[in-house]
Each structure stands twice: as C-alpha cells, then as structure tokens.
C-alpha cells in the first residue's frame, strides 16, 4: 500500500503538475539497492518539500520504504494525516524534545526492522519563511563561531543523532539532499498546490556518505559530533544555494 501512495504520488507531481526533476551528485548514477537503511536529511526551503522529495525516493526504488518525520498537526488532516498514522510515522510535538526524540527513535527502529527504510528527516526543524531566517541568523550570532546563513537555517542535531542511534547497525548510508526550486513566484505552498501552481523545475543534489566513512561519534549518534557534522554539510548548503 505504502509503494502504490508514494509512487502514485510522486508520478502525479511530475505528469499532472509537469514538474521536470534534476537530480545531481557524485552518485546519482550509481546503484545503490543495497542501501536497504537509508538516512536522508535535507534543508527545509518549504512547506511542501517532503512532497517534492517523494520522487526521488521513487528513483532510488524506495517509495515503499518512505519514512517521514511530521509535526503533531498534521496528525489530524483528512486523509493525508490519517495515511500517514497507518505508516507509522513519527508525529512530533516541538514542545517536549525528550517525548520528540523517543517517538522518532521507536518509529525508525520500527521502519527498519520492517524493510527497506528511507527515513527523511529535515533538520531545520522548520521552513525557509522570512521570519525563520531572521531567528536562524539571531541564534546563528550566539554561536562560536557565529553563521550568518540566508538560504539555510541553522540544523539542529538531536533528531539526527536519535535517528541515527535507532537505525544502529541497520543503517548502511546518509544521503545529503539540497532541495530547490524554479519557475514559480515565491516558494511553493498549499495554497498554490491547490490552485494547480507547481515549480516547472525541482533541482535535488544527493551526496551520499556510507555508514562506514561517517566520523566514528557521529555513527553512534553523538549530538555534539552530530552538530558539528551537520553544520559543515550545511555551509556547503549555503554555498552551493548562492
């Protein structure tokens, strides 16, 4: 049932919407069936990434292994929140990080024990608005040494590492997605989704890192390994959104 929603979906994206996909990276080309448990983390430009990013599970033959991590409201919203409970996904509430970190972790150990596994998990915590980027930066001034990012907001490391710790030594890589868009006024959103507005050109690049050459704290879950691991991915981010 999980493929047939994914990949239904995915395919509805590309020829209703007639969205055009560019997937860039060292290992685009490369056949990575064997990475059965797949951590990927991406940047939040929008509301609507995890949609945008259905597809490229879908290429790397994972749309029955989807795992996305999803705030507490949208438990609730009408087929799409009442799917994604039947998933077992993880539904978190930002306002009790030790209850946030518990859930995910039993939900991806659970994904992974099941089958393939393609976790995804957006690091930010939040989306690419206007105000976000004003709070990243400010938080971003308090840091040593201090980041002053504008197409990435600062990553946070608990869920990471709690989702790295859950996949254990199920995990075989991370894969690094930088999401963006083109030919739409704005960032993508619900409301233009329902008005039949959708970017003509979503650009992902994957860098893929095996569990194996993962710093060996950031393997084991680390926070503090984890951070400073994300927040080298996460300039490369920025530079590469410039």
């Given amino acids: 049932v999980r493929w047939w929603w994914f990949s239904f979906a995915a395919a509805a994206v590309e020829v209703v919407g007639g969205v055009r996909y560019e997937i860039s990276g060292p290992d685009v080309a490369a056949d990575h069936a064997a990475d059965a448990a797949v951590l990927v983390v991406c940047n939040h430009h929008c509301r609507l990434d995890w949609l945008y990013l259905w597809a490229v599970a879908a290429r790397h033959d994972r749309a029955g292994g989807v795992h996305i991590t999803l705030k507490d409201g949208l438990r609730h919203v009408p087929l799409f929140g009442w799917a994604m409970q039947a998933f077992g996904f993880a539904f978190l509430s930002r306002g009790d990080r030790a209850a946030d970190v518990d859930a995910l972790g039993r939900s991806l150990a659970a994904a992974a024990a099941a089958g393939p596994c393609w976790a995804l998990i957006f690091p930010e915590g939040t989306d690419l608005s206007p105000s976000n980027v004003e709070k990243s930066r400010a938080f971003g001034r308090t840091l040593?040494?201090?980041?002053?990012?504008?197409?990435?907001?600062?990553?946070?490391?608990?869920?990471?590492?709690?989702?790295?710790?859950?996949?254990?030594?199920?995990?075989?890589?991370?894969y690094d997605a930088t999401i963006s868009y083109?030919?739409?006024?704005?960032?993508?959103?619900?409301?233009?989704?329902?008005?039949?507005?959708?970017?003509?050109?979503?650009?992902?690049?994957?860098d893929r890192?095996?569990?194996?050459?993962?710093?060996?704290?950031?393997?084991?879950?680390?926070?503090?390994?984890?951070?400073?691991w994300l927040f080298e991915k996460w300039a490369h981010k920025e530079k590469h959104l410039d």
Avoid: M
């Fill in 144 to 174: 040593r040494p201090p980041v002053a990012w504008d197409r990435v907001l600062v990553p946070r490391a608990a869920g990471v590492a709690a989702a790295v710790r859950a996949l254990g030594e199920d995990l075989d890589a991370v």
């Fill in 182 to 206: 083109d030919g739409l006024a704005g960032r993508p959103d619900e409301a233009g989704l329902l008005r039949g507005a959708f970017p003509a050109t979503v650009r992902v690049r994957v």
């Fill in 209 to 228: 890192t095996s569990s194996h050459d993962l710093p060996r704290a950031v393997r084991v879950g680390d926070p503090s390994a984890t951070k400073l």
